[in-house]
């Protein structure tokens, strides 16, 4: 599935996609393999971490999501910093 039609399917899914929908998704953006740390768009990287591209960015707001890279006014975001995330989250629920 290209990033087209994975951000076609997300503008098409209703404001909460069923999980199914989510989980093909999140898999399609984590399979994209055209580098080795490719840079995702807001609507991708909210779509890994399965919130809504508002939370998404309240996330980068209060520091849980660092700043994206900016190339002109485009913002985007390596994959692995998405990724390490969900791991530190992960992390800090084990040390709890």
């Given at each position: 599935m290209?990033?087209?039609?994975?951000?076609?399917?997300?503008?098409?899914?209703s404001a909460i996609a069923p999980a199914a929908n989510m989980?093909?998704?999140k898999q399609s953006i984590i399979d994209?393999?055209?580098s080795p740390d490719p840079l995702l768009k807001d609507r991708?990287?909210?779509?890994?971490?399965?919130?809504?591209?508002?939370t998404f960015?309240?996330?980068?707001?209060?520091?849980t999501v660092r700043k994206p890279i900016k190339i002109g006014?485009?913002?985007r975001w390596p994959r692995s910093e998405i990724l390490e995330?969900?791991?530190?989250?992960?992390a800090a629920r084990d040390v709890a």
């Open positions: 290209t990033t087209t039609e994975i951000l076609e399917n997300l503008r098409n899914s989980e093909k998704a994209r393999t055209a991708e990287a909210a779509a890994l971490l399965e919130v809504s591209l508002p960015w309240r996330r980068v707001k209060d520091g006014s485009m913002s995330v969900i791991e530190k989250a992960k």
